[in-house]
């Protein structure tokens, strides 16, 4: 857009708007009459919403009734104003909402009986963003609670892994990246990145809710089974009890097993009888010669 509406229709003290200027810009919104989305569930979070005269309507577009709407272009928008650039009703059922940010955008899905499904922030070319500190993408049950939510912080390890490794570094060696809910906001599942002595990680959690049932895998970003020296990069609790854990750390490009506190493979009830293995740097030992390596 050329019009750059906060030099044209500067806003009151308020922060808002003034009525000759609202008039005048062809806004929509007013103190009595705001935009109101159609469903905020949990855990949703908006910015001030706007909402400009009509640019564009076409109720029989290929995917159904399509409105968009004037605002401003990204530079022009303030910090935590949301401006409403396009509306569908789709033939199919549902909805969808577009917003435009100073960051970009924000897309939202409706299911057909209104309830948000999705909400996903995307930059000025409509990729997911790159929000670090925040949830860039959160979907919703139909009950209202939240299902999900992830951030597309990270770039691809072959694009800055330096980066990467600084940034997972400095905040304890740990970032989460997604949680999954069930339908009652209970947390059945994490996926995180860890970086440990140059190298990066990436673990998937599965849960239930009462963290009885527990399972865990871990690879490197290059899709090796691994984990830092001495973390399991899997396990499965049963009913509160460990059934099985493997170390492995990744030594050539390649997975070995390799623990030094402690057994590298452990199985409550394996079929050969042995319950706890020992190795180092893949090498198997007994449990006596392992202590005797290792200095216990």
Not at 45 to 60: A, W
Not at 74 to 85: Q, R, T
Not at 227 to 246: D, I, M, R, T
Not at 254 to 267: C, K, L, M, N, Q
Request: charged content about 35%; overall charge negative; hydrophobic content about 25%.
């Amino acid at each position: 857009m050329g019009n750059n509406f906060e030099s044209k229709h500067p806003r009151s003290a308020d922060g808002k708007f003034t009525e000759k200027y609202r008039a005048e810009s062809g806004l929509e919104l007013s103190v009595d009459q705001p935009f109101t989305p159609p469903d905020t569930p949990e855990d949703c979070e908006r910015g001030q919403i706007f909402v400009g005269e009509v640019k564009y309507h076409d109720p029989n577009s290929p995917i159904g009734d399509m409105t968009d709407y004037e605002a401003p272009d990204s530079s022009e928008i303030s910090y935590g104003d949301w401006w409403l650039v396009e509306k569908i009703k789709y033939d199919s059922g549902g909805s969808g909402l577009t917003y435009r940010t100073q960051d970009g955008y924000v897309q939202e899905s409706y299911g057909e009986e209104g309830n948000l499904e999705n909400q996903e922030f995307l930059d000025e070319n409509f990729e997911p963003a790159p929000i670090e500190e925040e949830w860039g993408r959160k979907t919703w049950w139909e009950n209202g609670k939240l299902a999900s939510r992830r951030r597309d912080a990270i770039p691809e390890v072959d694009v800055d892994p330096e980066y990467l490794k600084e940034y997972i570094e400095d905040r304890c060696g740990k970032m989460t990246v997604a949680e999954y809910f069930d339908h009652q906001g209970q947390k059945t599942g994490q996926r995180y990145y860890t970086a440990s002595d140059g190298e990066l990680f990436e673990a998937r959690e599965k849960c239930s809710p009462d963290r009885q049932t527990r399972s865990k895998i871990s690879y490197s970003f290059d899709g090796v089974e691994c984990a830092p020296e001495n973390e399991s990069c899997n396990y499965q609790v049963l009913n509160g009890f460990l059934q099985a854990a493997h170390y492995k750390v990744k030594r050539g490009g390649e997975s070995v097993y390799h623990r030094t506190d402690g057994p590298a493979i452990f199985r409550r009830a394996p079929a050969d009888g042995r319950r706890e293995r020992y190795f180092l740097e893949g090498k198997e030992y007994t449990k006596a010669e392992w202590e005797k390596k290792v200095g216990r």
